[in-house]
């Protein structure tokens, strides 16, 4: 071939990006000094090619041709064979890329699914399910699944089961993965960004509307609602005109709310009267809410059993019974309010009845203590059995218009050892609210200071003396 020819041809190789020349060589069985010989004229060849390439052909052409000559000088050894020989022509084979990792195939846990169930549909069987729960370190968790949370399978270059991947929730990630002694676990816990913020609204109607014109969801509607439930009854105490105010947290993942924090501070100012609450957590580790004197919010009964509904009927031993027609003592407060309505334990205790007369329809009794009983009746449905414990604020049922009802709603009784008292002035005589010890007032001062000062700024509706790191969630009105 001419100088000319060899020329043209190694032009068209740099056009096809690069493709270096096929150098088939025969199968040769040759002895040492032979193979060397092969090697020098290898080189020989690749060096004439080098020198013939125009000077704006260099770099890579140059660079490869190096590099192969210097392989097939590397193979000339004693234990080389023509199949080394050969593999300079195939220039891939030297450099292979790894082959693309395994896409992950997710399957949703449904209602009623098992693991059986899950694995089979993507796949695989009941054996994979014992290899991972019995050899993985957090196996057993893989059992533990819930109706929304993703299960995700990666295959292996065979085909069987190499990994499984269980999001547990945006927050826990678990990934079992098969090693050369059987599966193995790694858990993943990320923590979501904390974003102080801060809402103020006024009550026109109800706090439910006021809070979402303030933009709070119904989760921290309900919360703040909690809080003050010990020293304010929200359906017969709010007025138009009330404020509240609140500092709190949102919590973000990946730039986006993830879900609703604590409640930092809040206050609630009632008929012209505020009160304020301020989370802190204690010399214990219980954080919980306190006055700005250190009483705990939280105290023995909740004002309501029922939140942000309308009363009915007050507290009257002369009442005109609606069924009967007759004047029989109503002992209680009728809180009206839709079927379904969650009813709320008013204190921690244990039921003692639970069951469904023609008079009181689905009811449940509470015993707090030796001296005092709660009785919730006409309930739609009961959501606590008798001899259970129950806390402050559980869900012990829902509204309903069972027994001698005209219509949903939910009778309250309160008695103080076995004697009919109106739930709304009884809390005036009932034991006073813990308050923190003398030693940890100066703690709890100096922890918080500023959300003292926030609030204050927030209802002398001066933003500008909000803390930096806090943002509005609403304009104040």
């Known amino acids: 071939m001419s100088a000319a020819k060899r020329s043209r041809g190694a032009t068209a190789i740099r056009n096809e990006q690069m493709q270096l020349p096929q150098i088939q060589l025969p199968q040769l069985n040759l002895p040492h000094k032979h193979m060397l010989a092969v090697a020098a004229i290898i080189a020989f060849i690749a060096i004439a090619i080098i020198a013939m390439l125009p000077d704006n052909e260099d770099a890579n052409m140059r660079g490869e041709l190096g590099v192969q000559v210097r392989t097939a000088e590397l193979q000339a050894t004693p234990d080389a064979t023509p199949d080394l020989i050969n593999n300079l022509s195939s220039p891939e084979q030297h450099g292979a890329a790894r082959p693309p990792q395994q896409l992950w195939a997710e399957q949703t846990v449904k209602s009623g699914d098992n693991l059986s169930l899950i694995f089979k549909r993507a796949g695989y069987n009941d054996g994979d399910v014992h290899q991972i729960i019995t050899q993985a370190p957090d196996g057993k968790s893989l059992g533990r699944i819930f109706p929304g949370q993703t299960i995700a399978f990666q295959a292996g270059e065979s085909g069987s089961l190499a990994a499984v991947r269980h999001v547990k929730s945006p927050l826990e ?4 993965r098969r090693g050369d002694s ?10 979501p960004q904390v974003r102080e913020t801060w809402a103020a609204g006024e009550i026109t109607s109800s706090l439910f509307m006021a809070g ?10 309900m919360e703040l609602a909690n809080i003050f439930g010990g020293v304010i009854d929200f359906v017969l105490d709010p007025r138009k005109g009330d404020t509240i105010h609140l500092v709190y947290e949102d919590l973000y993942l990946d730039g986006e709310k993830y ?3 604590d409640i930092i501070a809040a206050s609630f100012t009632n008929q012209g009267k505020t009160f304020n609450a301020f989370r802190y957590t204690n010399a214990s580790g219980d954080a919980s809410y306190y006055n700005e004197q250190g009483v705990s919010m939280r105290k023995a009964f909740l004002l309501a059993p029922v939140d942000f509904t309308r009363i009915s009927s007050n507290f009257n031993p002369r009442r005109l019974h609606p069924i009967y027609k007759t004047s029989r003592p109503h002992r209680g407060t009728d809180y009206a309010a839709s079927t379904g309505t969650p009813v709320f334990a008013a204190g921690d205790g244990r039921v003692y009845k639970a069951g469904y007369s023609k008079a009181n329809g689905n009811y449940v009794f509470i015993q707090h203590g030796e001296q005092y009983i709660t009785k919730y009746l006409h ?8 001899g259970q414990r129950v806390s402050q604020s559980q869900v012990i ?6 027994g001698a009802a005209t219509g949903p709603h939910l009778h309250y009784e309160f008695l103080m050892n076995g ?10 005589k009932l034991p006073k609210a813990k308050s923190l010890p003398a030693t940890e007032m100066p703690r709890f001062q100096q922890a918080i200071n500023k959300a003292s000062t926030q609030l204050a700024a927030l209802r002398s509706d001066n933003r500008l003396a909000m803390s930096d790191s806090a943002s509005p969630a609403t304009p104040v009105r």
Do not use: C, W
Not at 182 to 191: A, L, N, P
Not at 379 to 386: A, C, D, T
């Open 379 to 386: 309930l739609h449905k009961r959501k606590v059995k008798q």
């Open 259 to 261: 879900k609703d924090g």
């Open 212 to 221: 979402q014109e303030a933009g709070l969801s119904q989760n921290m509607i």
């Open 182 to 191: 059987g599966f193995d676990s790694q858990v993943e816990i990320r923590s």
């Open 419 to 428: 004697v009919h008292r109106n739930p709304r002035t009884i809390h005036k």
């Open 173 to 176: 990630t678990v990934t079992y």
């Open 397 to 402: 049922g829902t509204v309903g218009s069972t």
